[in-house]
């Protein structure tokens, strides 16, 4: 059962960016000053890039972050369509954030060995205070697709036969994704509409497996908006 969510609605991605930009801020003291270290699941896609290129130019103590990704292709270590890659385009590479506190997926080293060598890490890193998601147009998140099945105590899943391509991914489970304080899903578009519906009338999709310790936000654009 998924902890009550809040839906947010905006009319553009850029508010959403900026909205959630300061309440990342926010969460990242907080959790500095009751633990330490703020430890944030970064999510791919074009609408967290965003985010992140407005992030790269705040002020905050990047010294205390830790940065994870919720999923990751299974692709050669500097190649454009990672995850990774664009995190670091964005925003990890224009901070200072040690290198030593960003986590990538280690997925050139192929399926089964990145995702071995990511679930202690995972593991040790739980719970989490933010992890950042998007949504497919078929109710998918991270690398969680509809009608997969997986081991649900498990806290990474090797993925070979991806719908969407590449087929060979890395993903956290819906278990590790969460294990956090506060989740936050990234929506835009209006490709996106009909899955939004379908999560907001409670069908079964991979976004609706997932729950949060605290907060669960949906951020969406009127695009996606199914009022």
């Known amino acids: 059962m ?37 430890k944030f699941v970064l999510a791919g896609g074009k609408t967290p890039e965003k985010l992140y290129q407005l992030l790269a130019k705040q002020d905050a103590d990047w010294s205390k972050w830790f940065i994870y990704h919720g999923d990751e292709r299974c692709l050669p270590v500097n ?67 509809p009608g997969y099945v997986h081991d649900e105590n498990a806290l990474v899943y090797s993925i070979y036969n991806s719908p969407k391509p590449p087929a060979e991914r890395v993903t956290l489970s819906a278990k590790a994704l969460s294990n956090t304080q506060n989740l936050f899903f990234l929506i835009e578009g209006s490709n996106k509409h009909e899955a939004l519906k379908k999560w907001r009338a409670g069908d079964d999709l991979p976004v609706s497996t997932l729950n949060a310790l605290k907060h669960i936000v949906v951020f969406f654009d009127a695009a996606a908006s199914v009022d």
């Open 2 to 38: 998924q902890s009550k969510i809040q839906w947010s609605q905006f009319e553009t991605v850029d508010q959403i960016a900026q909205t959630v930009c300061e309440r990342i801020l926010e969460l990242a003291k907080e959790a500095i000053a009751e633990h330490g270290k703020f």
């Open 79 to 145: 190649h454009a369509d990672r995850n990774s890659v664009m995190a670091a385009n964005a925003f990890l590479s224009l901070v200072a954030i040690p290198e030593n506190q960003i986590f990538d997926i280690p997925t050139e080293l192929g399926v089964e060995e990145s995702a071995g060598a990511y679930r202690s890490i995972v593991e040790a890193a739980m719970p989490f205070d933010l992890v950042l998601l998007g949504m497919g147009e078929d109710g998918h998140t991270a690398s969680l697709f």
